[in-house]
């Protein structure tokens, strides 16, 4: 293997874990300020990715995708979040389930203002090095990977934390409805990404990183 493909797969995986580990802490630090001090008593509010990992969405599901080479993708192991521990819960589950998309908005920022600085710093008289393409496809996935998850985590579908949002919106008779789809949220989310029916999502995605970059 050259090294030109370790750095490709380097550049990938790194803002994948990331921002799939920043996205969780997030979610447990909100969760602190509302009250509850689960995830922090259980040692996941740290950006060490270990704490973090899930066997298959984080390392199984992503090392496959690169090795096929198509769309990368993943998630980490949720932090605990008990809502018993909150004053007003469905008031602080609306935070703390925006709190996960919003980090990923800020993070799509900061990929790219060091696009920005980078391409500011570097000489163009020149063929960029192989450093340079390390880099600016580092960025690249930065900024895709942390809209991909941003725009898929918002769908208002549970267990993802657009479904947790709408949870805390509705009244205690929707809200019920809304538990009892959450068991099932993922086969509804697999159905979805094998029917193509997120392609559009991806699509935009892919424009807007080419825009921004």
């Not at 479904?163 to 993922?186: A, C, M, Q, W």
Request: glycine letters at 8%; one cysteine or more.
């Amino acid at each position: 293997m050259s090294i030109e493909i370790i750095l490709q797969i380097i550049a990938i995986i790194v803002p994948l874990v990331f921002a799939i580990t920043v996205h969780e802490v997030a979610h447990g630090y909100v969760a602190k300020g509302f009250g509850d001090s689960t995830a922090y008593r259980q040692g996941r509010l740290t950006l060490n990715p270990i704490a973090h990992i899930d066997p298959v969405g984080t390392i199984i599901l992503p090392a496959l995708l690169v090795y096929l080479g198509g769309l990368v993708f993943g998630w980490a192991k949720p932090v605990p979040i008990n809502p018993n521990n909150f004053l007003r819960p469905r008031r602080a589950m609306f935070f703390v389930a925006l709190a996960g998309p919003l980090s990923n908005l800020f993070m799509t920022l900061l990929w790219s203002l060091l696009w920005l600085l980078f391409s500011l710093m570097i000489s163009t008289s020149s063929a960029p090095s192989v450093l340079d393409q390390f880099i600016f496809l580092m960025c690249q996935t930065g900024i895709f990977i942390n809209l991909v998850l941003m725009i898929f985590n918002l769908l208002p579908i549970p267990p993802l934390d657009g479904g947790r949002v709408l949870r805390s919106l509705v009244n205690e008779k929707y809200g019920r409805l809304i538990d009892t789809i959450e068991p099932f949220g993922i086969f509804i989310v697999l159905g979805l990404l094998f029917f193509g029916l997120l392609k559009p999502i991806f699509e935009m995605v892919q424009y807007v990183t080419s825009v921004l970059m």
